[in-house]
């Protein structure tokens, strides 16, 4: 018979997984799964928390992605600031991504839990349930139609947390500049997986997506749009018309109207 075992340490369960990442070309891929934890690294530091960064548990690279865990007393820091600090990190890569081609792209969608994760030391890799349950996050349909859904040039990053992350940290009061109500609630699946859990979407910078943006013809006012084009072959007279009328063809029914006769 085992014996009892105590808990291992509470984690907050952090996961980035590039976007379309295999769409980037082949060469220029190994760079951009390097630049993931470099920028990671540089919104944590922005945000005054790169004592955070610097003592991470169980890191590991993913390839097109990157897992780590906090103690879960720092959650709160994994919403608000990182989270729109992260967006506008991934804007300035994005300018440096342009002047290299449009072809390269870096869109990152994060995912963040809670629980109890075994912590075999800082190098070692975090194994247990909540780690799973943040990949299947990230892997959700949720998440990925939100990124597919936005403007690639102006959403990069969109998260998704889970319930016990909404309820322990946001619902709680403890991000106060990122209330309930800028996340979205939403049922995350993963096809072919045993998954299906509640979870919250945030967006730090939604957008509609590039084909749906209005053209010039639409921004105008309807001042600014000239006359409507008359038909073809004629003029198109509505109503009563007096006596006087010049032009050329006309299909209309003219009356006159106020005449006594003699």
């Not at 630049?35 to 097109?64: H, K, M, N, Y």
């Not at 309820?167 to 996340?183: I, K, N, S």
């Amino acid at each position: 018979m085992s014996a009892t075992q105590g808990l291992p340490p509470s984690r907050a369960v952090f996961a980035v997984d590039a976007e379309k990442f295999t769409h980037n070309p082949s060469a220029r891929q190994p760079e951009l799964s390097h630049a993931i934890p470099g920028l990671l690294g540089s919104a944590f530091a922005r945000c005054g928390l790169a004592e955070v960064w610097e003592t991470r548990r169980f890191p590991q690279g993913t390839g097109d992605g990157y897992v780590f865990g906090v103690p879960s007393e720092r959650a709160p820091f994994l919403l608000d600031p990182l989270l729109d600090q992260l967006q506008e990190t991934l804007e300035e890569h994005d300018q440096r991504l342009r002047s290299q081609g449009r072809s390269l792209r870096l869109r990152l969608r994060v995912a963040i839990h809670l629980g109890s994760v075994p912590d075999f030391g800082e190098r070692r890799e975090g194994i247990g349930t909540p780690v799973n349950d943040t990949f299947r996050l990230l892997d959700s349909n949720s998440i990925r139609k939100e990124l597919r859904a936005s403007n690639p040039d102006i959403t990069l990053l969109a998260a998704i947390v889970s319930q016990r992350v909404f309820e322990d940290v946001v619902r709680a009061g403890y991000t106060p500049g990122l209330p309930p109500g800028r996340f979205r609630n939403v049922i995350a699946e993963v096809a072919g997986k045993e998954f299906a859990q509640p979870a919250w979407i945030y967006v730090p910078k939604p957008s509609q997506p590039s084909d749906q943006l209005p053209g010039p013809a639409a921004s105008q006012s309807p001042g600014d749009r000239g006359p409507a084009p008359q038909p073809s072959g004629g003029t198109t007279i509505g109503g009563n018309v007096g006596n006087a009328i010049t032009g050329g063809t006309f299909s209309a029914e003219v009356r006159q109207i106020g005449s006594t006769g003699s």
